[in-house]
């Protein structure tokens, strides 16, 4: 997979939370609050983890994601108490990028607020720039996470039949919520070039498949008496 051109703050900070990639010293929170946790990881698409090495693998993956910038992932960490109580991840194919939240189920309501208002601000701060045109995330129809969809900006889409599978439940396949944000391309300046596009894009477009083979015959007879005059 080629790497994103586009880039990441690694830090991100609030005055409750610090926002940074996981690190190898992570592993046993990250287990012990969310990706070993039945609660949390209920609803997900991967197996909860039942050993830590699968969290050591898991933050491997997020080292290389940052290096090669195809997978983001960081976690939120409580600067009162020092607990990680969530993880962002987002995986940008700019002009789009595929965000994924998990909030630990031992966090508490304060700590999950806290979460989802970082991530209010991340989603802000993401469509604010140049190359993000679309936002857009999974959730399972009946889970708890797409209750908070709408009050972060997004607007539902889709209703996906079977879309992914539910291991955590014994499920082979769930149906998913599709949820976007969007804002619309910008407009390309008024030049003279611009303006001769919008003209013959326009014409084009009124043309039919007879149309444009006489209009390509009375360009070339047009094209063949000017070599002949010149």
Same mark, same amino acid.
């Given at each position: 997979m080629s790497p994103s051109p586009f880039r990441f703050p690694a830090l991100i900070e609030s005055a409750d939370l610090l926002m940074r990639p996981p690190e190898p010293r992570d592993a046993?929170?990250?287990?012990?609050? #969310? =990706?070993? !946790?039945?609660?949390?990881?209920? +609803?997900?698409?991967?197996?909860? %983890?039942? @050993? =830590? &090495?699968?969290?050591?693998?898991?933050? !491997? &993956?997020?080292?290389?994601g940052w290096r090669d910038g195809t997978l983001i992932r960081w976690v *939120?960490? &409580?600067? /009162?108490?020092? @607990? *990680?109580?969530? #993880?962002?991840?987002?995986?940008? %194919?700019?002009?789009?990028?595929?965000?994924?939240?998990?909030?630990?189920?031992?966090?508490?309501?304060?700590?999950?607020? /806290?979460?989802?208002?970082a991530l209010r601000k991340l989603l802000a701060w993401m469509l604010?720039?140049?190359?993000?045109?679309?936002?857009?995330a999974y959730c399972a129809v009946d889970g708890d996470a797409h209750s908070s969809m709408e009050k972060l900006g997004f607007t539902l889409e889709a209703k996906l039949t079977n879309y992914e599978c539910r291991?955590?439940?014994?499920?082979?396949?769930? !149906?998913?919520?599709?949820?976007? #944000?969007?804002?619309?391309?910008?407009?390309? +300046? &008024?030049?003279?070039?611009?303006?001769?596009?919008?003209?013959?894009?326009s014409l084009d477009a009124h043309l039919d498949a007879g149309d444009v083979h006489d209009a390509a015959n009375v360009r070339a007879a047009a094209e063949a008496s000017h070599i002949v005059a010149s």
């Open positions: 046993e929170a990250l287990f012990e609050a #969310m =990706l070993g !946790d039945a609660a949390t990881t209920r +609803d997900l698409s991967f197996k909860r %983890h039942t @050993q =830590l &090495d699968e969290t050591l693998a898991f933050i !491997d &993956d997020s080292v290389q *939120l960490e &409580d600067r /009162a108490s020092g @607990q *990680l109580t969530g #993880m962002i991840e987002l995986r940008p %194919h700019p002009p789009r990028v595929e965000v994924g939240v998990m909030i630990s189920r031992r966090g508490g309501a304060r700590r999950r607020r /806290a979460g989802l208002h604010a720039q140049p190359p993000i045109l679309r936002i857009y291991p955590n439940r014994g499920l082979l396949a769930g !149906d998913s919520y599709l949820y976007a #944000m969007t804002r619309p391309l910008q407009a390309p +300046d &008024d030049t003279p070039a611009t303006r001769w596009l919008n003209e013959y894009a």
